[in-house]
């Protein structure tokens, strides 16, 4: 079964030399992910939790958080954790809860109604309150 997108296996790729090539890197890794979600979605049967603009719109929040980031050797580094999740994920080396767990609902994708804490008695309430966590 050859999937239609085939995330090509890349070494340990050398240490950029400035950040404007490791700013290109970033936008390829981009690129990359993006076209993997078609079968990331396939993979997974994903297609009644989420929509492929969702998980696109995840992926980029991720690479937003680390904007801040200017040191072209931490950028390389987060690269290659970016690409090591995304060929595991390509890979099947995770389950479907996983993915939905860390990329729907860890994003803010599905909206939390808060309904868990309605059963909680006054002595739970109490407890959590305490200065024991």
């Not at 090539?21 to 890794?29: K, N």
């Not at 609902?105 to 959590?128: A, C, M, P, R």
């Amino acid at each position: 079964m050859a999937a239609p997108f085939t995330l090509r296996k890349i070494g340990v790729p050398p240490n950029s030399a400035n950040l404007t090539e490791a700013r290109r890197r970033v936008f390829d890794f981009f690129r990359a992910a993006c076209r993997s979600i078609p079968t990331i979605m396939d993979i997974y049967n994903l297609q009644d939790v989420v929509a492929p603009s969702q998980l696109r719109f995840a992926i980029s929040s991720q690479i937003r958080n680390n904007a801040h980031v200017t040191d072209p050797k931490v950028i390389d580094l987060l690269l290659f954790k970016g690409m090591e999740e995304l060929t595991d994920i390509v890979d099947h080396a995770k389950q479907r809860h996983h993915i939905i767990g860390q990329y729907v609902v860890g994003e803010g994708l599905v909206q939390n109604t808060g309904s868990k804490d309605q059963g909680k008695s006054d002595f739970l309430k109490n407890f959590y309150t305490s200065n024991y966590f």
